[in-house]
């Protein structure tokens, strides 16, 4: 068995394996971790395909970006996971159908795909390459490249209106009545009359005064 076959199997095993793990695993944090295994073993297998660019997409963007922004979402809420778990037997009729149909779906693909089509072998040197890539991407699939694009941005807007829902529990300001608040607004000056400090300290000794000899006055009368 040659280096490069032993590499594949092993970086395959792993990648199965992690997969399996990140539908398994009970905690959220540790199924994060096992998906950014996969994406390593994942990268492995493109740079065994001579594609770097990809392998490096893969550990950039993926690893560095996305599943980076997954682990703090998981860390930052505050998930029940035994809450979530409590219709997992539910779903799993339903979930079994889809993955069977997707199964027989790929197996079909791939069946059609090596029935009788002799394909002439593709140069390695072409392969993963950033210009062969975009010559793909906006000439022979530029309608599936469009469709995936719309399908991010209703994704962004979706999460971006479940994120900005209303709810009793949290204050919130309209920022648009925050940018069109006047100053007359946030401050109101309102005139006073003057006061005489000294004639305000005389009158409190005063009432001090006459609230003494009230309370004495009082005490005078009370039988002994």
Same mark, same amino acid.
Do not use: C
């Given at each position: 068995?040659?280096?490069?076959?032993?590499? %594949?199997?092993? $970086?395959?095993?792993?990648?199965?394996? &992690?997969?399996?793990?990140?539908?398994?695993?009970?905690?959220?944090?540790?199924?994060?971790?096992?998906?950014?295994?996969? %994406? $390593? !073993?994942?990268?492995?297998?493109?740079?065994?395909?001579?594609?770097?660019?990809?392998?490096?997409?893969?550990?950039?963007?993926?690893?560095?970006?996305?599943?980076?922004?997954?682990?703090?979402?998981?860390?930052?809420? *505050?998930?029940?996971? *035994?809450?979530?778990?409590?219709? $997992?037997?539910?779903?799993?009729?339903?979930?079994?159908?889809?993955?069977?149909?997707?199964?027989?779906?790929?197996?079909?693909?791939?069946?059609?795909?090596?029935?009788? !089509?002799?394909? &002439? =072998?593709?140069?390695?040197?072409?392969?993963?390459?950033?210009?062969?890539?975009?010559?793909?991407?906006?000439?022979?699939?530029?309608?599936?490249?469009?469709?995936?694009?719309?399908?991010?941005?209703?994704?962004?807007?979706?999460?971006?209106?479940?994120?900005?829902?209303?709810?009793?529990?949290?204050?919130?300001?309209? =920022?648009?009545? &925050?940018?069109?608040?006047?100053?007359?607004?946030?401050?109101?000056?309102?005139?006073?009359?003057?006061?005489?400090?000294?004639?305000?300290?005389?009158?409190?000794?005063?009432?001090?005064?006459?609230?003494?000899?009230?309370? &004495?006055?009082?005490?005078?009368?009370? =039988?002994?």
């Amino acid at each position: 068995m040659e280096f490069k076959t032993f590499l %594949f199997y092993a $970086f395959s095993v792993i990648m199965v394996l &992690a997969a399996t793990r990140v539908i398994t695993a009970r905690n959220p944090v540790h199924a994060a971790l096992f998906l950014v295994l996969a %994406f $390593f !073993n994942a990268a492995g297998l493109w740079l065994l395909l001579q594609a770097e660019f990809l392998a490096i997409v893969l550990v950039l963007v993926y690893v560095g970006a996305v599943m980076v922004l997954f682990l703090f979402v998981v860390m930052m809420l *505050d998930i029940n996971i *035994d809450r979530m778990r409590e219709g $997992f037997w539910g779903y799993l009729p339903i979930a079994s159908g889809v993955g069977a149909l997707i199964v027989l779906e790929m197996a079909a693909v791939l069946w059609r795909g090596f029935d009788g !089509n002799v394909q &002439a =072998p593709t140069a390695a040197g072409n392969i993963g390459g950033t210009r062969e890539l975009g010559l793909l991407i906006y000439t022979k699939y530029i309608y599936g490249f469009e469709i995936a694009a719309v399908i991010l941005l209703v994704a962004i807007i979706a999460a971006v209106a479940l994120t900005l829902r209303k709810r009793k529990d949290t204050k919130a300001i309209d =920022p648009g009545d &925050a940018v069109r608040v006047k100053r007359n607004d946030r401050l109101r000056i309102v005139k006073m009359a003057s006061v005489d400090q000294p004639a305000l300290d005389a009158a409190s000794t005063a009432s001090a005064l006459a609230a003494a000899e009230a309370a &004495a006055t009082v005490a005078a009368k009370e =039988p002994k």
